[in-house]
């Protein structure tokens, strides 16, 4: 994403689709190549977060977690930063009567961090929540509101509309599966019964 938009800053803003694709490709491959290969490896224990999976294999799998906690706590500002930004005129002038600028900029990405913090501890199954979310918003984010919006904003070939109903396709199923399966683990769970599998919910 930085060198495409730095493409765009250098009067090269033709290389910018290239490398949006090119990018986004080589994650969606990779993505899918670890998915695939962690459920070849451990089936029906394949967990939410597939790092978690790995507990069970050794020095190595400790070795991962630790590290995917590391990247978490070194990335949690930075995940912050385009809502923090948003917000932040707001709560700076409000109290810029009681606080120094760089002061509400501090208080504020603090409190938020806290507030998600105390919402992970005291949410039961916060990994299940997380995942309707990711199921829902996520994917409405990333697969159908951007063909939408390019259906809407341009006048696109045939070429382009077959990718942007395919892709809008896709994202309508993946949403709505991963949607239900979502609140089905969630019922699951808060019934006292096992995750994952196919409906009904069944004790073990």
């Not at 912050?80 to 509400?104: K, R």
């Not at 951007?146 to 199923?173: D, H, N, W």
């Amino acid at each position: 994403a930085e060198y495409g938009v730095s493409t765009q800053s250098t009067g090269e803003p033709e290389k910018f689709t290239t490398v949006l694709t090119l990018g986004m490709g080589f994650i969606l491959c990779g993505q899918v190549f670890l998915g695939v290969m962690a459920y070849i490896c451990f089936r029906e224990d394949t967990l939410g977060v597939i790092t978690f999976s790995m507990g069970g294999i050794g020095a190595a799998g400790t070795v991962a977690i630790i590290s995917v906690a590391i990247c978490v706590y070194l990335t949690y500002p930075i995940m912050f930063y385009i809502p923090i930004e948003a917000m932040l005129p707001f709560f700076t002038e409000l109290l810029s009567n009681f606080l120094h600028p760089f002061s509400v900029h501090f208080w504020l990405r603090t409190t938020f961090v806290l507030i998600t913090c105390f919402l992970a501890i005291v949410i039961p199954h916060v990994d299940l929540f997380i995942a309707l979310i990711g199921a829902f918003a996520c994917t409405a984010l990333a697969l159908i509101y951007p063909p939408l919006a390019y259906l809407m904003l341009f006048k696109p070939t045939k070429r382009e509309l077959f990718c942007c109903c395919f892709i809008l396709s896709f994202g309508v199923i993946g949403a709505v599966s991963g949607t239900i399966f979502a609140l089905k683990d969630i019922f699951c769970a808060l019934s006292g019964l096992p995750t994952g599998g196919a409906f009904p919910c069944k004790a073990p």
